[in-house]
């Protein structure tokens, strides 16, 4: 069983930064797409970013359009570890954000996902 687990949520002012880690065990860590989601209050889950596996043909990255150019994805094979750089935090990104693996391609979608952590809050005020 993997086990997924975010850090690094908290309070950030409007145009601020945070950075969301997310650990995951299972051998090999390296083997697996992660992701990133967030759900905001009477929100749907939306998709944030993902990355593939260190084992896949390519390396890419997926983001959505509303975090693009503002969020990076990346990951630490040695530390079992993915991170989420958020910059210019907005009140719209308020959300509890979700951390995901899964074992093939990364993807959009959460149905895809396999492993999940139990969030981490992220508030942003104005």
């Known amino acids: 069983q993997v086990q997924v687990a975010e850090s690094g949520g908290g309070l950030v002012q409007a145009g601020g930064s945070l950075r969301l880690s997310c650990t995951a065990s299972?051998?090999?860590?390296?083997?697996?797409?992660m992701g990133w989601f967030r759900q905001a209050p009477g929100k749907e889950r939306e998709f944030v970013a993902a990355m593939s596996s260190s084992v896949a043909p390519s390396y890419y990255t997926y983001y959505a359009d509303s975090v693009k150019g503002r969020f990076t994805i990346s990951r630490d094979n040695a530390k079992n570890t993915v991170y989420l750089q958020m910059n210019f935090l907005q009140s719209e990104d308020t959300a509890v954000y979700y951390c995901?693996?899964?074992?093939?391609?990364?993807?959009?979608?959460?149905?895809?996902?396999?492993?999940w952590g139990q969030g981490t809050q992220v508030t942003v005020s104005s």
């Open positions: 299972g051998r090999p860590f390296s083997s697996y797409a």
């Open positions: 995901t693996a899964r074992r093939g391609a990364a993807s959009m979608r959460g149905e895809d996902y396999t492993y």
